[in-house]
């Protein structure tokens, strides 16, 4: 079974960039869709990015132009890019497939922009 690690959050000030890493234990080839979602404080999980096997891509209209999603499934290995950062994207970011898989939750990673 495929388990998925996120990392490379951080604080960091508005308008400046992160990049976050999703390592896979196995193939990720096997998951046509992967995303990434964040969860904020009392609000509800939202998927903001994802891509398929082929490279298409789609963001939600609040990343989009900032926010770059990625996948290496030679290094099984999938990749948030994200700039311009703003206060309102602080949240806790997961990798999943598309749709959601309670399979493959992690621990998240915190992604805080300051003010």
């Known amino acids: 079974q495929v388990q998925l690690v996120e990392s490379g959050g951080g604080l960091v000030q508005a308008g400046g960039s992160l990049r976050l890493s999703c390592a896979a234990s196995g193939s990720i080839f096997s998951i046509d869709v992967m995303g990434w979602y964040r969860q904020a404080p009392g609000k509800q999980r939202v998927l903001v990015a994802y891509i398929t096997n082929g490279g298409s891509t789609n963001y939600a209209d609040s990343v989009k132009g900032r926010f770059t999603i990625s996948r290496d499934n030679g290094k099984n290995t999938m990749y948030l890019q994200m700039n311009s950062l703003k206060p309102e994207d602080t949240a806790v970011y997961y990798c999943?497939?598309?749709?959601?898989?309670?399979?493959?939750r992690g621990q998240g990673t915190q992604v805080t922009v300051s003010s």
């Open positions: 999943n497939s598309v749709p959601f898989s309670s399979q493959y």
